[in-house]
């Protein structure tokens, strides 16, 4: 397995060689924090551009609709081969441990299992993560709208035009989080020249939140109408998103209650064991 070892360790080397230069334009726009592994995406870039992927299958289009929602539709296929990139390159990583192990330990049925099963875990944890950046994203903008739904009702009461309101309650918060970023690329739609109804709607389609998207109908049904007619209706959209984000609130932590149970049990067993063992022990030496 030495050999074996050597091996994969000099192929990476070279492909990491005629790599790392060819997508360091790409690297650098990535952030360390999200992708603290990013110095060894060429690797795995290099490899998916030498077979030539064209990224139009079933699955691909599946984890581009993702990708969008995360990083939006402009960089939908860099993103995408970055995301492929940085699986393969795992993935190869995940072989260089194999390796490893195997110079410690005997080349058996359990251990070709083993180097079966960790880079196919990492494969399928890859896309796990990916979706999961999704779901908190989604989560995040649901627990957060209420609290603009509120600030636009305020605003439109004190007689702001919906696109003065929206452009204000974007503007003066200082948060960074996923709704205020979609709020503030709406507002910059509406000054570049886009029509509020379509920069409106691209907003709920980024955002993919079923509260968001009904926020939005309601508000370019009734926007044409005058303030008088729409601040009775946002003031309703305001309480059931307060009661959406109660029923969430509530939904996640149950949630994580049944995530906490594994772990309980785990340290139930290890309290036993730890319990118990003196007395089995005792009992055999009677």
Not at 20 to 28: E, G, L, M, P, R
Not at 167 to 178: G, V
Not at 227 to 249: F, G, H, I, T
Request: aromatic share 12%; glycine share 6%.
């Amino acid at each position: 397995m030495a050999v074996f070892f050597t091996v994969l360790i000099i192929t990476f080397g070279v492909l990491y060689f005629f790599s790392k230069d060819k997508y360091a334009d790409i690297v650098c726009l990535l952030d360390k924090n999200e992708f603290p592994l990013k110095g060894l995406l060429p690797v795995g870039m290099f490899i998916l551009d030498a077979f030539k992927r064209s990224y139009n299958t079933g699955y691909d289009r599946k984890l581009a609709m993702a990708v969008a929602e995360l990083y939006g539709h402009r960089k939908v296929l860099l993103m995408l081969r970055v995301h492929w990139g940085s699986k393969i390159s795992l993935v190869l990583l995940a072989l260089l441990f194999a390796g490893f192990v195997g110079i410690f330990t005997d080349v058996d049925g359990g251990y070709l299992f083993f180097c079966t099963l960790l880079p196919a875990a990492v494969f399928v944890f890859s896309d796990r993560e990916l979706f999961e950046k999704v779901r908190k994203r989604r989560r995040a903008i649901q627990l957060e709208f209420p609290d603009f739904v509120n600030k636009l009702t305020l605003l439109v009461n004190a007689g702001l035009t919906v696109s003065k309101a929206w452009e204000k309650a974007a503007r003066d918060s200082q948060r960074q989080t996923p709704l205020y970023k979609e709020l503030c690329i709406a507002v910059q739609a509406v000054r570049s020249g886009a029509s509020e109804h379509k920069a409106y709607e691209e907003f709920a389609k980024r955002c993919h939140v079923p509260a968001v998207t009904r926020f939005v109908t309601v508000v370019l049904q009734n926007i044409r109408k005058g303030n008088s007619e729409l601040v009775p209706v946002l003031r309703l959209l305001a309480d059931e998103c307060w009661e959406m984000r109660k029923n969430a609130a509530r939904k996640f932590g149950e949630e994580a209650s049944t995530k906490m149970l594994l772990p309980m049990m785990l340290m139930l067993v290890a309290i036993l064991l730890i319990v118990g063992m003196p007395a089995v022990l005792a009992l055999r030496n009677i």
